[in-house]
């Protein structure tokens, strides 16, 4: 350590000195950066009070700091915490520094004002305090331990002053030039606790004792031995082997050879007690409690105190370590205070009941760790309890004579209650759940068919964990899975799988079973489980079934305890269930690992149960399946997938190059067909036993012979089905038939020369794949040979109805007879259609022209519709069009004539208007276009087409109409052109007159002139007739 020592020494007067600070986090401020401040304040001689340290700040800044410190002594601290109260401290200011107020009224109304409550301590603040606190009479800052204690306790598993911590301790690293050293310490290793493992970045040095380390540090310390003493300890430890080697024995935490070394380091404790001690410290530090280095220390040291100055071979017993915690566990309610007072009456009587004390001591201890008892093997009984009271190691026989004694005492007194040999406290609240598990205890005594059904369900449970891996055996090179059926000796075998029967000795007379089952026949496919009964163990297993339900109750039925002691007891029962529990399932475990597996027949299969059953099964799939062979292939999938691709060849992917209906599998499935079978029905059949085959197995052979057409199928609407065109799952709702009519080549032929005329794409010998599709062609094509007048009827197809009610080869044979008919007729129809197609666009144009206005020819037009000429020879639709197109361009070209002549007049009259001939280019032409006045073009007559489209923007009507209109359009022209030039002229519309005779039209001009003349006081008039 020199040279590091030294090495400190120089790089501290570098470093302008050093300073070191350190407390316990929890102790000051809950806030962490405030406490870590506080810390640092103090250590430079500082008050920890924020608002203090920055009068002191102050101070220094105006260097009277250490002048106000030692005019104030010991009283420094105080008073600067109370600087604006405190009148020592203002005259020592101002004793220091005159000019800073008239007096030391004034100066505490500055440092009011000055110095108000500081803000929270924030990590920023933290690190600039830190700094200046650090910098406090130096140029540079010193070498700096900070030293954080009981970080793990401050932090209690809260994740938001982790964070915090973590922040401090980044900022302290890393804005200190590494000058400051963070050291956090705490009771246990930062990599044991969950919520400290986030800090481990943060402190790259970690430094973790063990038990080993706890160990050597109460031996070096507390335990340390005498020069000398170690000889008569040794001896004495020899003297009592016997005695110590029968503590605690057949538990792990027994003396053992390798205590031996150790048992003079630990005197007064014995390695076996110390062990025990352990246990207790660590399930109490669980709840918070003593289970830590400290706790251990204090612990030993006040043993070796109690027990070093007795006679050599009296050891510390293990109950006082009772008197260690037990003020703590009370508190913090891991300790019922109806056993605490119990305790503490004992303790101040008689040495009876100081003993009975030390028992009840025991028993609350070794409870706290009765739930790991199955792994230290330390339970409370008699002896235990003991083993573990004795001080003299030579011999204390009456204490251990009176141990049991005392123990039916207490239990009599209502303190303990032993359980399966085990003692444990029994406070009013335990009593009461006692009392409840005797009364449910009697139920199911009781109830012996609850206990059976509770032992069948045990018993399946084990068989469960044995049978683990032996579900299903695979079959066959196509690996099917073969599920084994769990079957009571009642139940009913399923129709697939293995059954495997089990039979308890719990149940039936086993001697008899066997019988039986030597005397079944070897082509049962059953395999037996016997699940031996042994008398010794029977009435342990009623016991451990009575007590596991009987406690399971109890705990369902009490709910959760509000008390501590009502916790207590609630553990205890807990625990009495789980090893009850333990030992119903470890028995019926041993039940099943005995168990012996039987062939139908007799035959007995040795091994473990799972691969017996195994094997077993195995055996049993000839039996159950003797026609598996027959289909076991590993290629089945692909002939599946091959055939829906309608590839001939598909059946040479098992192996098989003859015609289909020669293989096994296809020979039994037309055996089955029969009238007809539903696809879901044989899928059923042959995946079932005797057979088992897979599905695609099925499938694949259905689809091959299908394609072959050996095998007709009709789809769930009734009409024939191309397999390769459905989906797999439609294939069970396929009807399956098998074909009668045997097809040639000569038939094939014809047919093939059908479909090729009809279009339709087909493979050699599939033709029958696509005979409805023809059948749907052809009526489509005699559909198409007539129509609606004037086309003539539709044709039908020629026994058409006959076609459909046939499928498969029977439709096959029936189209190659008519085959040379319907290739004629197919070729007439398509003939008349596309000669419909070519004549309907005539046709069109002569029913157009017809309703635009050449009725002369709707007689012609009637006579061809009527009489369905369409298809006559000469086209009877070209000469109705010429004479409809001579007729309509007379008329249209009269119509035009008659626009025209009308137009020129209108024209006329507006050029003599010498208003009209005021206006602009510009806004005549917007009068003619608000009046409709605009120039017409000729309509085209060339062709009949023409002639249509002119008659079908503007007919002949509208023509007439137009002309009938313009006198009336060249008047609003007018009107408005006035209206242009004289805004005020006002129209003034004539009476309309039917005029005789010269005397009629005097009168009429005298009141035309009277309406003018009236009209013209109001200004220019526009006179409208």
């Known amino acids: 350590m020199a040279a590091p020592l030294k090495e400190l020494r120089i790089a501290a007067k570098r470093a302008d000195g050093v300073v070191a600070a350190g407390d316990t986090l929890g102790t000051g401020p809950s806030d962490p950066a405030e406490a870590t401040l506080g810390i640092v304040l103090r250590a430079v001689g500082l008050p920890s009070d924020l608002r203090a340290a920055l009068v002191a700040f102050w101070l220094a800044d105006l260097g009277i700091l250490d002048s106000v410190r030692e005019a104030l002594g010991s009283t420094f601290d105080t008073d600067i915490r109370n600087f604006i109260l405190s009148p020592r401290f203002g005259a020592a200011v101002l004793k220091a520094k005159p000019d800073l107020a008239g007096s030391p009224k004034d100066l505490s109304g500055l440092l009011r004002s000055q110095f108000p409550e500081p803000p929270a301590v924030t990590v920023d603040l933290l690190e600039t305090m830190v700094r200046r606190a650090l910098m406090l009479g130096r140029t540079e800052l010193p070498l700096t331990l900070i030293v954080l204690d009981e970080v793990q306790q401050f932090i209690r598993q809260d994740p938001g002053l982790t964070l915090k911590i973590q922040t401090i301790a980044e900022r302290l690293a890393g804005r200190f030039d590494g000058r400051v050293l963070l050291v956090a310490t705490g009771q246990q290793a930062l990599s044991d606790v969950q919520d400290l493992q986030k800090l481990l970045d943060r402190f790259p040095v970690q430094i973790a004792l063990g038990e080993a380390d706890v160990d050597a540090v109460i031996r070096k310390t507390v335990l340390r031995k005498k020069t000398g003493a170690e000889k008569p300890i040794r001896g004495m430890l020899s003297t009592n082997a016997g005695e110590i080697s029968r503590h605690l024995h057949g538990s792990r935490l027994a003396h053992t050879v390798q205590d031996d070394d150790e048992a003079v380091l630990d005197w007064p404790l014995l390695p076996s007690r110390r062990r025990v001690w352990e246990r207790i410290l660590r399930e109490l530090d669980r709840t918070g409690l003593g289970g830590t280095l400290r706790g251990q220390l204090r612990t030993t040291l006040d043993a070796a105190r109690t027990y070093g100055d007795k006679p050599l071979g009296h050891a510390v017993p293990v109950d006082f370590l009772y008197g260690r915690f037990s003020t703590e566990a009370y508190n913090a309610g891991l300790l019922p205070g109806e056993t605490r007072n119990r305790i503490e009456a004992l303790r101040g009587g008689p040495e009876k009941d100081k003993l009975k004390a030390r028992i009840l001591m025991l028993v609350y201890m070794l409870g706290r760790i009765a739930p790991e008892a199955d792994h230290h093997g330390v339970r409370a009984k008699a002896e235990t309890i003991a083993d573990l009271l004795i001080v003299d190691l030579a011999g204390e026989d009456e204490l251990r004579r009176k141990v049991p004694e005392l123990l039916q005492e207490l239990q009599a007194d209502g303190a303990v209650i032993e359980v399966g040999g085990e003692w444990r406290l029994q406070t009013k609240e335990s009593a009461e759940w006692e009392s409840a598990y005797r009364s449910e205890e009697k139920a199911i005594l009781a109830d012996q068919s609850g206990l059976t059904r509770s032992r069948r369900e045990l018993l399946d449970e084990g068989i469960e964990t044995a049978l683990a891996g032996a579900a299903s055996v695979t079959h066959g090179s196509s690996r099917q899975q073969r599920r084994i059926h769990r079957l009571r000796p009642e139940d009913k075998a399923p129709a ?17 079973v066997e019988k039986d089952i030597a005397a079944a026949s070897t082509s049962d496919p059953s395999v037996h489980l016997l699940i031996p009964r042994h008398p010794t163990r029977d009435n342990e297993l009623t016991t451990a079934l009575t007590t596991w339900r009987a406690a399971e109750h109890v705990l369902q039925v009490r709910g959760v305890p509000q008390t501590d002691a009502g916790r207590e007891a609630q553990s205890a029962m807990q625990s009495r269930a789980n090893k009850a529990q333990a030992a119903a399932k470890e028995i019926v475990r041993e039940a099943v690992a005995q168990a012996r597996v ?21 055996n049993a799939l ?59 029905d044989l899928r059923s059949k042959f995946t079932s036993p005797p057979y088992g085959w897979s599905q695609d197995t099925v499938d694949g052979a259905l689809i091959v012979l299908a394609n072959a057409g050996l095998v007709r199928v009709t789809g769930d609407d009734g009409k024939p089905a191309s397999l390769p065109d459905l989906p797999r799952q439609k294939l069970g709702t396929c009807t399956f038939r098998g074909e009668t009519t045997i097809i040639t080549i000569a038939q094939r032929m014809p047919v093939r020369g059908l479909l090729t005329d009809a279009g339709i794409a087909f493979e050699n010998n599939q033709e029958h794949l696509v005979l409805t599709a023809l059948l749907e062609r052809l009526e489509t094509a005699a559909r198409q040979s007539g129509g609606e007048p004037p086309a003539p009827e539709p044709e039908t197809v020629p026994n058409i109805a006959s076609y459909k009610s046939l499928s498969g080869n029977d439709l096959l044979a029936a189209l190659a007879a008519d085959a040379a008919t319907l290739r004629d007729k197919l070729k007439a129809w398509k003939a008349a259609a596309q000669k419909i197609s070519d004549r309907l666009p005539n046709w069109r144009l002569a029913e157009r022209l017809v309703a635009l206005g050449a009725t002369e020819q709707q007689g012609d037009l009637d006579d061809l519709r009527d009489g369905r000429r369409l298809l006559a020879d000469p086209d009877p639709a070209p000469p109705l069009i010429s004479a409809a197109a001579d007729t309509l361009r007379v ?26 001939a005021k206006l602009s280019p510009e806004q005549k032409h917007s009068i003619r276009q608000e009046c409709g006045l605009l120039m017409v073009e000729k309509p085209s007559v060339d062709t009949p087409q023409a002639i249509a489209e002119a008659l079908s923007k503007r007919g002949l009507s509208e023509w007439e109409n137009m002309v009938k209109a313009l006198p009336a359009r060249i008047e609003d022209a007018l009107a408005a052109a006035a209206a242009l ?10 009476p309309g007159a039917l005029l005789k005779s010269e005397a009629e039209l005097d009168d009429w001009l005298a ?8 009209s013209l006081g109001d200004g220019p008039v526009i006179p409208k007739v």
């Not at 002939?639 to 190059?657: E, G, I, L, N």
């Not at 008659?898 to 010498?914: I, M, T, V, Y």
């Open 981 to 990: 030039l004289e805004p005020k002229a006002r129209a003034v519309n004539l």
């Open 598 to 618: 039987y062939q139908a027949g007799g035959k007995l299969i040795a091994g473990a149960p799972a691969e017996a059953v195994k094997e077993g099964a195995t």
């Open 496 to 512: 697939d799988g293995i059954p495997l029967r089990l039979r308890s000795g719990w149940n039936e007379d086993l001697a008899a």
């Open 622 to 680: 000839a039996r159950l399946y003797p026609q598996f062979a027959d289909g076991d292939h590993p290629g089945w999938d692909k002939v599946r997938d091959r055939a829906m691709r309608k590839d001939p060849d598909a059946m040479k992917a098992v192996d098989h190059a003859g015609a289909p209906e020669n293989h096994a599998v296809c020979k039994a499935l037309l055996a089955e067909l029969g009238p007809g079978r539903k696809g879901s």
């Open 891 to 916: 008329k249209l070209n009269a119509a035009h004539a008659a626009w025209e002549s009308a137009w020129q007049k209108g024209e006329q009259r507006l050029a003599d208007d010498p208003t009209w």
């Open 1007 to 1014: 009141k035309v002139r009277d309406r003018i003349a009236k």
